[in-house]
């Protein structure tokens, strides 16, 4: 093999290599009956498409064609084509003539953003007469000229055209003879021409070729008008518009209100400066504009939304008096004009009102004032209020309490860092969407009131909620007209608000994304309603919360351990308390046995005395030997010995005698030194009552000392004024009154406590048992 064979080989590798290179970059897709193809180049054009392929759009890459050539459409699968839409083809400055061959069904075209188109052959669309919609838009090159040529006596069947931005590149557009004559003979009910730099009505026929017109959309264009041409009269006389797009129209600032039409169903207006004061004063004076300045030139009841968004209206202070022409109106978008405030006298003014939008705007400012919480105290029918990024931080809870019909509130991008809405009459709420804001948590009031609502929704959808739906869809969207005539692609770049909520849910939907939830025991409870409950919980997979300074999504894992954490000072507190309730009863318990115990010992002791004395020892025939002085026998016989004996035959339930006295107990004839001795061994106490002559008295002291010989113990009864350290009982008897301390209970109670000492010893002593043997229990 030579070199020159090697290098044709190397070549043709290289070739191939490039080729399936750029065919990696080519990307089809079929979805149903639309067929998706990007990156295309000149040679990528697909020539066969898939079965019932119906849907076709291609988008192109940077390229050097010069042309869109004929023979690409050739194939039989082309026949079944009803929609085409050629986009993004730069260096492309041409459309042959036999494009389009092929293409005999196809009723929707769209050749746009190809900045470098500039001629489209006259006969184009000779091969594809059926045509109802034509889409030339963003081609910025594009003469009107070459358009108004390949129109002419072409295209009958034409409803629709849009030619958005085109011409760009020249100080203005001209509408004339030749753009008029295009268009005859055609029912067009559609027209398109916005963004371009200046739009010259130069000749009467521009008008009468716009009678059938329903759709008109000059937007974003300087209007210039021949001298001799009152062209906003015309149109108002000979047209009947169902949406007239005039957003962004500087020529709107000359005619104000003249600019609006008969029939009107929707309009867009730019610079409404009628709508607002800009002063410092507006809280003060409601300015008030009669509805003949408004609906002077035919604005008639058929007015159902009105269109007010990205006006730079700060201020909305005024109150339509008699305002009977807007008593159907439903729908009213103020969004993006930075206002401040809005009077509630002029919403009350529009009583039908179902949507309102005022997303995008600084109520805040208004949040504080006396105003606020009666907004729409008066639109009773209100469906749909938006709210969204109005920096909010307070809301009255009696904000939207008389809006009964509410199904959808929101309050998205705001700075509420509390809910405490009244939303308990709101049965037919379908979202509420509290995204982006400051919230910790829904406090419980709100979940009870959602759980209520969710509790008393039906199943299905109603028909009101459909019939608002497409009123809902009309607002939003303010490219209305290619929904409405099914006309498929309308590849232009007016504004849309960006609402994300077109439709209204089936069911109670709450929206809290990107809000600080907390995860701890404060929000358990909320928590734990976020898990089980069966409202539907937006991206309830994806909803975060900060637990234990981590972010965390809130699942059932998630609620699982802070349940854990939540009981565990519980449980602890649980435990300690047991714990403390075991001790306290142990103690109690203990207390009770002692006690049981101690009252045992004292019943015991008694069953003892009493034995003792009444029935088996006949060495103790008396409790207590009452000694004292002969001088104080008197005192002794009429308030000592009466109380003290029968005070002891009731606690040790006897009749027989239990004080042993001298008196009465010592045998005549005896020695007194010998009926002492007896008498204190016979007795188990021995009851001094200490005066100042028993302390002179040789047989009161002989009787004491003979006491503790014999171990017995004592109980003093002492006369007040009698000096000792003892702990005594004392007594006084001053001008007759006898007067004892404590009282004769206590001191029996002392001397019965005292007794078993004696009967102990004695045991000791006679069987010589140690003490803690012995079988006597001490009733101490």
């Not at 839409?85 to 003539?97: C, T």
């Not at 600084?362 to 949040?367: F, G």
């Amino acid at each position: 093999m030579n070199v020159e064979q090697m290098l044709i080989i190397y070549l043709h590798f290289i070739v191939a290599v490039f080729r399936s290179s750029s065919d990696a970059h080519v990307y089809c897709t079929v979805k149903g009956v639309t067929y998706t193809c990007t990156n295309i180049s000149k040679a990528d054009f697909p020539h066969v498409l898939p079965a019932k392929i119906q849907h076709v759009t291609i988008l192109g890459r940077h390229n050097h064609d010069i042309s869109l050539t004929s023979g690409r459409f050739k194939h039989e699968t082309w026949k079944n084509v009803s929609e085409l839409s050629i986009r993004e083809f730069n260096n492309v400055q041409s459309i042959e003539k036999e494009f389009l061959y092929g293409l005999v069904n196809l009723k929707v075209l769209s050749i746009s953003a190809c900045p470098d188109l500039l001629n489209i052959d006259s006969d184009v669309f000779n091969y594809t007469p059926d045509i109802e919609a034509l889409h030339l838009d963003e081609n910025y090159n594009l003469n009107l000229s070459k358009v108004e040529a390949t129109l002419t006596d072409r295209l009958n069947k034409l409803k629709y055209l849009s030619l958005i931005g085109i011409h760009a590149t020249r100080t203005r557009v001209v509408l004339g003879e030749r753009f008029s004559k295009a268009l005859q003979s055609k029912n067009l009910t559609g027209l398109i021409i916005s963004r371009v730099k200046l739009l010259y009505i130069e000749h009467y026929s521009v008008l009468e070729t716009l009678t059938t017109i329903k759709y008109l959309n000059i937007s974003y264009t300087s209007i210039l008008v021949a001298a001799n041409i009152n062209w906003m009269h015309n149109l108002r006389a000979r047209n009947a518009f169902e949406l007239l797009d005039l957003t962004g129209c500087p020529t709107l600032a000359q005619y104000g209100m003249k600019m609006v039409v008969s029939n009107l169903k929707r309009n867009v207006f730019q610079n409404v400066t009628y709508m607002f004061m800009q002063s410092n004063t507006y809280y003060s004076n409601q300015i008030k504009i009669h509805l003949r300045y408004i609906n002077e030139h035919n604005m008639t009841s058929s007015l159902k939304i009105w269109d007010l968004s990205q006006n730079n209206i700060i201020i909305v202070n005024i109150t339509l008096v008699g305002a009977y022409y807007f008593y159907v109106l439903e729908g009213l978008n103020l969004a993006s004009n930075n206002m401040e405030y809005i009077s509630p006298y002029f919403l009350s003014s529009l009583p039908s009102l179902r949507i309102i939008d005022l997303s995008n705007n600084q109520l805040r400012i208004m949040q504080t004032n006396n105003d606020f919480p009666y907004i729409f105290s008066k639109n009773k029918y209100l469906e749909i209020i938006y709210l969204r990024n109005n920096k909010l931080s307070v809301l009255p809870s009696t904000l939207f309490s008389s809006n009964t019909k509410l199904r959808i509130l929101d309050l998205s991008e705001n700075e509420l860092a509390h809910f405490n809405v009244d939303l308990r009459n709101a049965l037919d709420l379908r979202l509420a969407d509290l995204r982006k804001n400051r919230l910790n948590i829904l406090p419980a009031v709100f979940l009870e009131q959602v759980e209520q609502i969710f509790r008393h929704q039906p199943t299905a959808n109603t028909p009101e909620a459909t019939t608002t739906n497409i009123l809902l869809s009309q607002l939003r969207d303010k490219n209305l007209i290619a929904d409405k005539y099914n006309y498929g692609y309308n590849v232009s770049k007016i504004v849309r608000l960006a609402e994300k909520h077109s439709v209204i849910p089936q069911h109670l939907m709450i929206n809290i994304l990107e809000n600080p939830i907390l995860c701890d025991c404060d929000t358990f409870d909320f928590v734990k309603w976020f898990i089980f409950t069966d409202i539907v919980i937006f991206n309830r997979t994806n909803v975060r919360c900060s637990y234990c300074n981590k972010e965390e999504f809130i699942n059932i894992e998630t609620y699982e351990m802070i349940r854990e954490n939540c009981q565990l000072p519980y449980m602890i507190g649980l435990v300690t308390g047991s714990i403390l309730a075991v001790a306290v009863c142990i103690c109690t318990f203990t207390a009770i046995i002692i006690i049981w115990n101690k009252k045992a010992k004292q019943n015991q002791g008694l069953e003892n005395i009493r034995r003792e004395i009444l029935h088996d020892n006949i060495n103790f025939k008396y409790v207590a030997f009452l000694s004292y002085c002969s001088q104080d026998e008197h005192i002794v016989d009429e308030h000592i010995l009466p109380s003290l004996d029968r005070i002891l035959k009731e606690k040790l339930k006897t009749e027989k005698d239990l004080v042993c006295t001298g008196a009465d107990s010592f045998v005549p004839g005896m020695l007194i030194i010998d009926e002492i001795h007896r008498c204190i061994n016979e007795s188990l106490v021995v009851i001094p009552v200490i005066t100042p002559a028993f302390l002179k008295s040789k047989w009161s002291l002989k009787e004491c000392v003979d006491a503790l010989e014999k171990q017995r113990p004592v109980v003093v009864l002492m006369k007040q004024n009698t000096n000792t350290d003892d702990t005594v009982a004392t007594w006084s008897d001053n001008e007759g009154q006898f007067r004892i301390r404590p009282s004769w209970n206590s001191i029996c109670e002392a001397i019965i406590h005292r007794a078993p000492e004696t009967l102990r010893n004695y045991r000791r002593q006679n069987t010589n048992t140690p003490n803690e043997l012995i079988p006597l229990v001490d009733i101490t």
